[in-house]
């Protein structure tokens, strides 16, 4: 699934919060019982995620790539600039929890299946403006030292093809505090947290990418059993690795469109998620 409009992007953690604020005032007016809050729990959890922002930036896309043809290696190309998004996806995470504190193991997923082209390059002194395919080297990526980039009127959003669409890989290490602000039938929560991430994007010669992550978001817990409860939460992430392409490179082409030296040694992203899990307590 590609990934959705700006607008809808940006509307869905309004939404999620304004659902949980609901939620909150529903579980306060139910008079207060046991809480469900485990002394040690193993809650396994499934939900959806979506970047709000690319996590591969400047990628260098061929102008026949514009046109809907497929990049060819062995044959001179125009450079132009683009950003892959990073679409809806899913996760999947297995957490031990005790007493409000946690620790978790997690993998998520981000479809990667379109390009936005922000700069286009000029060449001096080059046959009309094209490298030669001597430039992209053995890993696939495209050395394009000497290219001036410049803006484009307008972003010109592409569908990427295979080989190149693909997803983005995170897996994590985690661990963080619930702050519960309400215990009773519904435990209604802030959980606020962090880790350390491993990204790779899953095609040929692709790197992995070691970096940190923070977490904060709503949740709350709906007791079903004495011994099984459901968990519903949501959360805003980010993210940030040692840059995913090479550092020459990605210092160039933040330099060439203002993208400020963090770019040159970070790739970023933020994104929200939307959890369902079950908690079984042990004890």
Known sequence: MSRPPAQVRLAAWPLVAFAFGALVIV??????????????????????????????????????????????????????????????GTHLELRFITRGIYGSL????????????????????HDNNTLRPTRVRPDGSVDDAGVDYRPLEGDIPIPLREPESANLLVLGLNGGYRFYVYEGPVDV??????????????RPREPWRPGIEARAGVGAA?????????????????????????????????????????AAFFSTMIYPSFDLSLRFTIR
């Open 189 to 202: 929560f802030l959980p606020v947290g962090g880790g350390l991430v491993l990204t790779h994007v899953t």
């Open 27 to 88: 579980g306060l007016a139910v008079p207060q019982t046991a809480s469900a809050q485990p002394k040690f729990g193993l809650e396994v959890e499934g939900g959806r995620n979506v970047g709000l922002t690319p996590y591969l930036r400047n990628i260098v896309v061929a102008e026949r790539e514009l046109l809907g043809q497929t990049f060819d290696e062995s044959r001179p190309f125009r450079p132009y600039l683009g950003d892959q998004e990073s679409g809806w």
């Open 222 to 262: 709906f007791q079903i059993s004495s011994l099984l409860s459901l968990v519903v939460q949501s959360r805003m992430h980010a993210m940030a690795t040692a840059a995913y392409a090479r550092r020459s490179d990605s210092a160039r082409r933040a330099a060439e469109t203002g993208g400020g030296t963090g």
């Open 106 to 125: 997690s993998v998520r997923w981000f479809s990667v299946e379109e390009s936005t082209v922000h700069h286009r390059g000029y060449l001096p002194n």
